[in-house]
């Protein structure tokens, strides 16, 4: 099913990518551009830095394992944008949300202690994407549609404890690949700079993962497992500003 959504995406981003380019070659030789050609500079590069609220739509699915995270979080983004051919470019976006994850197996009062002394770090959720995107210039103004691939980091756990001659051992990981599609709209404030609104969706391909196992002299281990599609399941809303580096005139 996931499949159908990358091809979907995919789809319409060169949809949308062909469409000015036919219209444009119905227009008529008295047709005059909207802004000058200086309006239009070349941009190799452009860095975007972007903030604003993070919104989880995948629930609590095996909260008991996995714990919860907030309805809504901040996040803010890097992302850097390397043109490729004509309005094609190539992106690596560096996330960090920030919010606590509460309850699931495997805490444990020096846990909860650590997570408080160094509660800055404990909140930081990384993630890290890469893909295509397509700017199309209106004037001023410029819609950017993307699609692409990446993992989000919410924590892992490996804890082992011996009480007798039983040993138990709580494994967590929930770091899962996901597929991204998003799009910016942005007002060119100068060559060298854009104010942009910006939405972004992610949906998990990947599960996290976790195990309980419990093991005993002579006798076989006994391992029970759980799976959750409940992470890097969100919604992203931004605001932000975008440099052009190494932009010049046509």
């Given at each position: 099913m996931h499949r159908y959504h990358v091809v979907?995406?995919?789809?319409?981003l060169i949809t949308v990518a062909l469409f000015p380019a036919a219209a444009r070659g119905q227009g008529t030789a008295n047709d005059s551009p909207r802004i000058t050609a200086a309006e239009f500079p070349q941009r190799p590069l452009t860095?975007?830095?972007?903030?604003?609220?993070?919104?989880?739509?995948?629930?609590?699915?095996?909260?008991?394992?996995?714990?919860?995270?907030?309805?809504?979080?901040?996040?803010?983004?890097?992302?850097?944008?390397?043109?490729?051919?004509?309005?094609?470019?190539?992106?690596?976006?560096?996330?960090?949300?920030?919010f606590e994850t509460r309850g699931g197996s495997g805490n444990d009062t020096i846990g909860d202690l650590l997570a408080k002394l160094f509660s800055p770090v404990s909140r930081t959720k990384p993630s890290v994407g890469i893909g295509l995107a397509c700017t199309l210039p209106l004037g001023r103004w410029e819609i950017a549609p993307r699609a692409g691939v990446g993992i989000f980091s919410a924590g892992a756990q490996n804890?082992?404890?011996?009480?007798?001659?039983?040993?138990?051992?709580?494994?967590?990981?929930?770091?899962?690949?996901?597929?991204?599609?998003?799009?910016?709209?942005?007002?060119?404030?100068?060559?060298?700079?854009?104010?942009?609104?910006?939405?972004?969706?992610?949906?998990?391909?990947?599960?996290?993962?976790?195990?309980?196992?419990?093991?005993?002299?002579?006798?076989?281990?006994?391992?029970?497992?759980?799976?959750?599609?409940?992470w890097a399941h969100d919604l992203n809303l931004s605001a932000g500003v975008k440099f052009h580096i190494g932009a010049r005139k046509r």
């Open positions: 979907a995406a995919i789809a319409l860095i975007a830095l972007s903030a604003g609220p993070n919104f989880n739509l995948g629930g609590s699915h095996g909260a008991e394992w996995f714990g919860t995270r907030p309805a809504a979080a901040m996040q803010f983004d890097l992302m850097m944008n390397l043109r490729i051919i004509n309005r094609w470019s190539a992106y690596l976006d560096l996330g960090i949300t920030f804890k082992t404890k011996t009480v007798g001659n039983t040993t138990e051992r709580f494994e967590k990981e929930i770091s899962p690949l996901y597929v991204n599609a998003g799009a910016g709209a942005g007002y060119r404030l100068s060559r060298l700079c854009t104010l942009f609104l910006d939405a972004s969706y992610r949906c998990p391909v990947q599960r996290a993962t976790a195990a309980y196992t419990v093991s005993r002299p002579g006798t076989p281990a006994e391992t029970v497992t759980a799976t959750s599609r409940s």
